[in-house]
């Protein structure tokens, strides 16, 4: 994904380029494969979510409906769908074989920054500038309140019975995923905290900020386990490795650290 308006698909072995595929007119934010890997969906400024075939790079369909920029898209589990989040405001479903809108949710009061479907892939979570995070299924909506500023980002737990969110209100929140209601909230951060992962076994939960540090919480307890500190800029990403014994960060820095995370 990038502001040259294109999406390029990688060799992970060489680093060579193997397809760049063209057809947004403004910069992309946020590429993500189908859970098969054929196909890959971009999000754009250009108001659009497109699907690529992943073999060929040639655009399938151009999910067209949103009214602003579209900050971020992701797959169903079973690839049947995708989800956007916009700028206008909503998260839209789209049929991911013809392209065509299933569903608008509207709600949020402001810019709609995540979306994630849970692991079942019944249900979706939505992180906004507007302080709320949002779960929503066929038959109902949850609004989990209580951030005092925007959410960045939000993340299920691998079981989905839990959601936490990441907002520049300094805090990571802690959310029963079946009445949104709040069960923790995790303070100790000094500034926004931009990104949030829980680890394979739903027991920690790892947060970026914009104050340079990543932290592990009990996502038991909600209390800070560990404070990883060495970036020198804002921490905008962290993800678990599959085992669950290490954490990596991405930062301002130019640097991606590798930290132990038992």
């Known amino acids: 994904a990038s502001s040259d308006q294109t999406v390029r698909l990688w060799d992970a072995h060489s680093g060579q380029v193997l397809r760049t595929c063209m057809g947004h007119t403004d910069e992309v934010w946020r590429v993500a494969w189908s859970p098969d890997g ?3 969906a971009s999000a754009s400024s250009d108001q659009t979510v497109r699907l690529w075939d992943a073999h060929s790079g040639q655009v399938l369909h151009t999910c067209m409906g949103h ?7 992701t797959w169903s589990p079973d690839g049947s769908c995708v989800v956007s989040a916009s700028y206008d405001k909503t998260v839209r479903l789209w049929n991911a074989h013809s392209g065509q809108v299933l569903h608008t949710c509207t709600g949020h009061t402001n ?12 249900r979706v979570a939505s992180a ?5 995070v949002r779960l929503w299924d066929a038959h109902s909506r949850h609004t989990c309140t209580g951030h005092t500023d925007g959410v960045y980002n939000v993340a299920w737990s691998p079981d989905g019975s839990r959601v936490a969110s990441a907002s520049d209100d300094k805090t990571v929140r802690l959310w029963d995923a079946h009445s949104g209601q709040l069960l923790h909230t995790c303070m100790g951060h000094t500034d926004g905290v931009y990104d949030v992962a829980w680890s394979p076994d739903g027991r920690r939960v790892a947060s970026a900020s914009r104050d340079k540090t990543v932290r592990l919480w009990d996502a038991r307890s909600g209390l800070l386990l560990h404070t990883c500190t060495g970036h020198t800029a804002r921490v905008w990403s962290v993800a678990w490795s599959p085992d669950g014994g290490r954490v990596a960060s991405a930062s301002d820095d130019k640097t991606v650290r590798l930290w132990q995370g038992a």
Not at 67 to 73: E, F, G, K, L, P
């Open 38 to 40: 054929s196909r890959v």
């Open 67 to 73: 009214t602003s920029y579209v900050y971020d898209v």
């Open 111 to 122: 810019t709609v920054l995540n979306v994630e479907w849970s692991p079942d892939g019944s």
């Open 128 to 132: 906004s500038w507007d302080e709320a």
